[in-house]
Nanobody, 122 residues
Framework: QVQLVESGGGSVQPGGSLKLSCVAA????????MAWFRQAPGKEREGVAYIYLRRNSAYYADSVKGRFSASRENGERSVYLRMDRLNYEDTAMYYCAAGPVCGLAQRQYNYWGQGTQVTVSS
């Protein structure tokens, strides 16, 4: 079992920025991909970005493309999500996930963090 811990959430005004962090408690050779998901009240959890760790390449959902940027540290145990130009629709609980296969589907990930809340309000 790999424990993932997110941090960095908070409250921000529209147009503002936040940077989320996710740290894996230990390395696991089966993990090739780490991703960020979010879930707003009354909505399904959706994938927003993932990083293919071996190539340090990132992919984004259309809803966040150009505003969010995912990155990792060289040790591959930490990933980050820089979020710029935040709007009300970005309000959600944000979750970090890790697994062997990359994608934006929940079923592709074995390990999940507890989430960190992001609230965009004026």
């Amino acid at each position: 079992q790999v424990q993932l811990v997110e941090s960095g959430g908070g409250s921000v005004q529209p147009g503002g920025s936040l940077k989320l962090s996710c740290v894996a408690a230990e390395s696991n050779a089966s993990i090739n991909c780490m991703a960020w998901f979010r879930q707003a009240p009354g909505k399904e959890r959706e994938g927003v970005a993932y990083i293919y760790l071996r190539r340090n390449s990132a992919y984004y959902a259309d809803s966040v493309k150009g505003r969010f940027s995912a990155s990792r540290e060289n040790g591959e145990r930490s990933v980050y999500l820089r979020m710029d130009r935040l709007n009300y629709e970005d309000t959600a609980m944000y979750y970090c996930a890790a697994g062997p296969v990359c994608g934006l589907a929940q079923r592709q990930y074995n390990y999940w963090g507890q989430g960190t809340q992001v609230t965009v309000s004026s």
